[in-house]
């Protein structure tokens, strides 16, 4: 039985079809995900299924009505100074307004000289009103599912804004889960989760026993938790069994079949052409050999003819049915370039202390960046990795502590919610606002990372997430940056686009920090970690992969995996901090003396 069905769904924006033929259906207890190229319209589908938005043309049958649907937005507007309760609470707005009207009568009730009576009688009226709505109840499930998902209620009057990347997803996902629905519509639901958060929450969608569409690029976490992949296009839908791999084994299968049609209809196109053309000049020069006299040649002649008029209905036929060439999606073009920078240090950070109000977020922190560093900065969400970021680049500054950049360096700063960029500003201004811009230059750079003809003149605001992140990169390849701050870079970004982003990363120049849950691309581009925990700071001097077979080794053993990890670390960091040349300035020698120094007491108090 399904949940919702969607039948040959149409939507038009501007007299401009953003996708049409669309079917969909989700069943019960099935879990479904939907893949597409960003700028598709995978949000605006989204939209009319919940209702927001009507197609132009289709149905869309739903078994219970959208109220009753669990829905995680990829994007919430959410008022400034709104705490993360009022947020979360604010879900069930007539429960939420009952429940703020009981507290504001306690208060009156505490300071109240007079009319106590009349007080009385209020909060009674509202209270039985709260309770015949299972007000307390609700509550009590609310409490449940925040501290389920790591909520604890010291955290509760934080505002949502303070909250990191991670915490907002985790809220969502629990927000929609209140009053336990049947069918769960989440849109990018992995965004921002930490490795652990995600494992938990792709095992906690297979014991799931509702139903579930969820829109992703997570390739392994499609492939973890989906029984169908269907993939949106303009033209309309493609529904495969299995995950995203089941997926592109069979769109390689067709692609393959597709490509073997073609040819062999080619080669049957020629072949008959040819013998058209054959057929052709036999009977021109039977034609001009036949005469009353030569009633042979008369008779060949027909004979040509008629023989170059069946070849000529064969043709048409198989013009009819013709197979198309199979044709490569457009892929973005994208090259990362960065400014010659000699000098061997970058940044450095000495004993910096950062906290957000009575909330510590890093003490006595050291980091130093070199030329030619590729740092993974990993931790779990809320601990702290954005705000780091924040503090190398500047647009932090910290409570006690240094922070020193290089004169020369040159920041290119990615922001996790690509909020950097003027949502007003279309496309094309946005680049022609930078120095030394030309419309050819700006046309040309904006054509390799797909943005071409009615997609320049449109606002920034209006564009996807996905096609946002795209803007953003172009801006970055104009910034010849000589340290590249990304700050989850490919979350929003489709799955062949997420690919050459990797690349342009790989091959980049430059110096390189890098916050990302996609283990693949830190696996690929990293050469240290940066581990945040306990409001500290630990660096591994190596990639990411290795930092993973270190975890995976230490498991194994049966030492105290904690000390062990310690040890390791701090022996790795005493090698590579002996093996560094010596310093030009005294100031940098007494740095690097110290960190050795006390490198070597940490390791005599672990042995």
């Known amino acids: ?134 007000g307390y109840e609700w509550e009590e499930e609310v409490k449940g599912l925040l501290g389920r998902f790591g909520f604890s209620q010291d955290l509760w009057k934080c505002s949502y ?74 033209k309309g839908t493609r529904a495969v069994r299995g995950g995203y791999s089941d997926f592109l084994r069979e769109w390689e299968r067709e692609r393959r079949e597709q490509e073997a049609l ?78 010659t920078f000699e000098a061997r240090r970058l940044v450095r950070m000495e004993r910096v202390t950062f906290s957000y109000g009575h909330s510590p977020v890093f003490q006595n922190v050291d980091l130093t960046l070199s030329r030619g560093d590729r740092l993974a900065v990993i931790g779990p969400n809320g601990s702290g990795k954005s705000t780091l970021l924040k503090l190398l680049t500047g647009q932090l500054q910290p409570q006690s502590g240094d922070v020193y950049r290089h004169p020369e360096l040159k920041v290119g700063y990615f922001a996790q919610e690509v909020d950097t960029l003027d949502p007003e500003q279309t496309v094309l201004d946005s680049l022609l606002a930078l120095p030394d811009m030309s419309f050819r230059m700006a046309y040309n750079v904006l054509a390799s990372f797909l943005f071409r003809r009615e997609k320049v003149h449109q606002k920034i605001g209006s564009l996807s997430m996905g096609e946002r992140c795209r803007i953003a990169f172009v801006h970055l390849y104009f910034s010849r940056a000589n340290l590249l701050v990304l700050d989850e870079p490919t979350n929003y970004l489709d799955i062949p686009t997420r690919e050459r982003i990797e690349e342009a990363l790989q091959n980049y120049p430059g110096t390189l920090v890098l916050v990302s849950h996609d283990r693949y691309l830190l696996d690929q581009v990293s050469n240290r970690v940066a581990i945040i925990k306990n409001s500290t700071v630990d660096i591994w001097p190596g990639g990411n992969r290795e930092y993973r077979h270190h975890l995976q080794e230490k498991e194994k053993r049966s030492v105290d ?43 005599d108090a672990l042995r």
């Open 262 to 339: 073609y040819r062999k209809q080619q080669r049957e196109k020629k072949k008959l052409e040819d013998a058209i053309r054959q057929y052709h000049d036999w009977f021109q020069k039977a034609h001009a050999s036949a005469g009353e006299r030569n009633p042979f040649q008369k008779k060949k002649a027909n004979k040509h003819q008629t023989r170059l008029r069946a070849k000529e209905r064969a043709l048409k036929r198989l013009e009819e049915q013709t197979v198309e060439k199979p044709k490569d999606a457009p892929e973005i073009q994208a090259n990362l370039n960065a400014e």
């Open 561 to 603: 995996p904690e000390t062990d990890q310690q040890v390791r670390m701090l022996e790795l960091e005493l090698t590579r901090l002996m093996a560094e040349e010596e310093p030009e300035t005294e100031t940098d020698r007494d740095h690097l003396y110290r960190q050795i120094q006390e490198v070597k007491q940490k390791l």
């Open 1 to 134: 039985m399904w949940v919702f069905k969607a039948e040959n769904l149409k939507k038009e924006w501007n007299g401009k079809t953003i996708f049409e033929n669309v079917d969909l259906a989700v069943h019960e207890e099935e879990r479904v995900a939907l893949i597409g190229a960003n700028g598709v319209g995978k949000t605006t589908l989204f939209h009319c299924l919940t209702g927001k938005i009507s197609p132009d043309d289709g149905a869309i049958d739903r078994r219970w009505p959208v109220s009753h649907w669990g829905i995680v937005e990829q994007q919430d507007v959410v008022p400034d100074e709104t705490t993360m309760e009022e947020w979360f609470f604010s879900a069930d707005l007539k429960r939420f307004s009952l429940k703020r009207e009981l507290k504001r009568l306690e208060g009156a009730l505490t300071s109240a000289s007079h009319d106590l009576e009349a007080l009385l009688q209020q909060y009674s009226d509202v209270q039985e009103a709260y309770q015949a709505l299972g």
């Open 161 to 234: 804004d303070q909250l990191s990347g991670g915490q907002k997803t985790r809220l969502k996902l629990a927000r929609a889960l209140v009053g336990a629905p049947s069918f769960l519509l989440l849109d990018e639901p992995t965004n921002h989760l930490d490795q652990e958060t995600l494992s938990w929450f792709a095992d906690w969608l297979k014991r799931f026993r509702g139903a579930c569409l969820i829109v992703s690029h997570d390739r392994s976490f499609i492939d973890h938790v989906a029984h169908t992949t269907v993939e949106l296009t303009q």
